[in-house]
Structures are given as structure tokens and as C-alpha cells.
């Protein structure tokens, strides 16, 4: 979901004293109120106004065919990005002998254009019409969010770090529903700006309530008491430290840990759980998949069984979606 859902920090117990002023309203208002220098804004402002003026000049899909340009530019000249980016698809596929199949030829291409694509839409999403944005955005399985909704506990949405997440709470709260994230406290000069712009276009986002990933666990059970739809990704690259409650997964034949805390407060509030995958199109269209529910929410408790068949389910999940869109893939 979101401006960036980040990995939930809030793992280690619910007694843990709260950092000073970190109350929802003063959490969501530090995360986007933050003073940018005057040279920064200009610069972006720059940015902005040529991409816009070329939407005007070009249309959408001008934009579009740009952003394909700039993406393969940065394709052969960013060996170090390229290189890494294959290493990682190939550990998905295992190193076959005979080679990536078909769906991974030309992934680290696509992958290039596709997230320069995805940079460019994100830049200039609040000068958009909304009825143009909403026109691009295809909903599976829409059913499954609204049933879990009906339960008027609040739903919990597992993100990964596969595809552009980030944008999706911006397409379910112009969809009019009731979002929260979760993420990380440093974050870019460039994110802080584009939300400010954001929550002066559209009122949907100055609804948004969103925390950083350390933030103190009563929120996130209050998100769930006012029936919102509060989402984070759980998949971690780097140790963030040995107090977080993490689940041993098998994500492509290794062994992996994965944060578990806010599926625990998910558990623990009868909050239905569910997976959500953004997949980007051709000319700026999206696809919003939702899978699940990763547990039953009428029996499911805060076990340590509960918790490691819904993470499992959740890489699983995560496993088959990377290899039918392997050029999704951010982190393996």
C-alpha cells in the first residue's frame, strides 16, 4: 500500500514505553511535515514541471515511452545495478543449468524501465484527474478486501519488497477506503515532497494515517478498531536488530527471516490477513491482486503454529509471484 509501507519495527512487546510524541496524529504529521532545505524543493519542482509539461505536450503515453527510454539508457549504463539484479533472479530460479526460461529473458530490462516508469507516475500522480487515475487501475479479486472488511475488524495487508507497493495505498484511498501504513523512519528528501503534494490535491490522503516502523504497537490496534486497512511489508533484507519477532521461512529453497509483529497484533484483534501484489502495465496502468485470507480469521489465534503456516503461505505466495513476473522483483 502506500506512500512507502515499510517493515513493521513494532515487534518486540506491547509494553514498550513510547518515543516521545508519538501519538497517530503527530506521528503522521512529523512523517510529512518534515522542513526540506529551499534548494532541494526547487530542484524538484524543476523535475515535476518538465515531466508534467511532457505528459501535456506528449499525453500519458509520451510520458510512458520516455520513461522506456531513460530506463534502458540506465539498463546499459548501471552495470553494478544490472549485475545485482541478476544475481538475484537467478538465485530465484536456482541457478539452472540449462539457463532462465522464457519469463525471465529480458526481466533485468524490463525491470529497469518498468520501475523508471513506475518513478515517473509516482512523480506527477497528483496532477492527474481522478477519474483518469481510477480508469487505470484494474482490481482482482476485489471481493476478497471487501469481505474481509465486512467482518468490521479492520484488515491486515502483507506486503513484499516485489513490484512498486508504494503505490497502492495512494489507488485504495482514491477507491475510498480507509488505509494505514507502515514505514521506514529515513526516508528520501524526494517521498517527503511528493506527499506533501499529495495532501494538498486530494483529500482522500490528508485521511491516510500513517506510522513509522518503530512505532509504538497501540496504533496499529487502533487502525484495526476503526475498521482501517492497515498494510507493511514484512520482508526484510538486512537484521534490524534482535529483539524484533521474526518466523524461519523457505522463500526459493533458503531459509529466511521475516518480521512477524504486526501479524501477531493482526492475530491478536481477529483482523482478517491478507496479501497484496501491485503489478505495473503498459501506458501506467495497474493491477491490484489480493490473495487470502492467509489464515482462517474465525479460528486463528497468536500461536507460534498460526503464525509460521501464515508466514510460510506468505513467501509461498510471494515465491509464485516473483516467477510470473520476474521482472518485479526488488529483493529476493
Known amino acids: 500500500m502506500g506512500a512507502d ?4 519495527g513494532a515487534n518486540d512487546a506491547i509494553a514498550q514505553p513510547r518515543r516521545a510524541g508519538a501519538s ?15 534548494l532541494t524543493r526547487v530542484k524538484f519542482m524543476i523535475v515535476r514541471g518538465f515531466l508534467w509539461s511532457w505528459a501535456r505536450c506528449f499525453s500519458l503515453t509520451g510520458l510512458y515511452l520516455f520513461g522506456q527510454f531513460f530506463g534502458t539508457c540506465e539498463w546499459v549504463l548501471n552495470f553494478n545495478r544490472r549485475r545485482r539484479f541478476m544475481q538475484n533472479l537467478l538465485q530465484v530460479y536456482g541457478n539452472p543449468p540449462e539457463g ?16 523508471r516508469c513506475d518513478k515517473l507516475f509516482y512523480l506527477i500522480f497528483d496532477k492527474l484527474p481522478r477519474e483518469k487515475i481510477l480508469k487505470r ?46 514505514r521506514d523512519r529515513n526516508e528520501g528528501p524526494l517521498r517527503k515532497y511528493v506527499q506533501q503534494k499529495y495532501d494538498e490535491t486530494f483529500p482522500e490522503f490528508r485521511s491516510i494515517k500513517m506510522f513509522f516502523a518503530d512505532a509504538y504497537p497501540r496504533d496499529l490496534y487502533r ?29 526459493f529453497g533458503k531459509k529466511r527471516e521475516f518480521l512477524t509483529g504486526t501479524l501477531q497484533i493482526a ?37 507460534p503454529e498460526v503464525v509460521q503456516a501464515a508466514m510460510q503461505r506468505y513467501a509461498d505466495n510471494i515465491a509464485e509471484h516473483v516467477q510470473k513476473y520476474p521482472d518485479h522483483l526488488s529483493k529476493s
Not at 532462465?100 to 520501475?115: E, V
Not at 492497515?230 to 518466523?247: E, M, Q
Open 24 to 38: 497517530a496524529d503527530e506521528t503522521r504529521s512529523r512523517s510529512r511535515d518534515d522542513g526540506l532545505p529551499w
Open 137 to 182: 487501475v484494474k482490481f482482482h479479486d476485489r471481493h476478497i478486501i471487501d469481505d474481509a472488511l465486512a467482518r468490521n475488524k479492520g484488515v491486515y495487508v502483507c506486503m513484499s519488497h516485489h513490484g512498486s507497493h508504494h503505490v497502492l495505498i495512494l489507488l485504495m484511498a482514491l477507491m475510498g477506503y480507509k488505509v494505514a501504513g507502515v
Open 5 to 8: 509501507l515499510s517493515n513493521m
Open 267 to 303: 492475530l491478536r484483534c481477529g483482523a482478517p490477513i491478507v496479501q497484496g501484489f501491485v503489478v505495473s502495465k503498459k501506458n501506467f496502468y495497474f493491477h491490484l491482486i489480493p490473495k487470502g485470507p492467509l489464515v482462517d480469521p474465525d479460528t486463528a489465534t497468536d500461536t
Open 223 to 251: 487502525c484495526f478498531a476503526e475498521g482501517r486497512i492497515l498494510g507493511s511489508a514484512l520482508d526484510v533484507s538486512r537484521f534490524r536488530g534482535a529483539h524484533l519477532r521474526t518466523a524461519t521461512v523457505d522463500l
Open 100 to 115: 532462465l526460461p522464457p519469463s525471465a529473458r529480458g526481466a533485468c530490462r524490463q525491470h529497469f524501465m518498468r520501475t
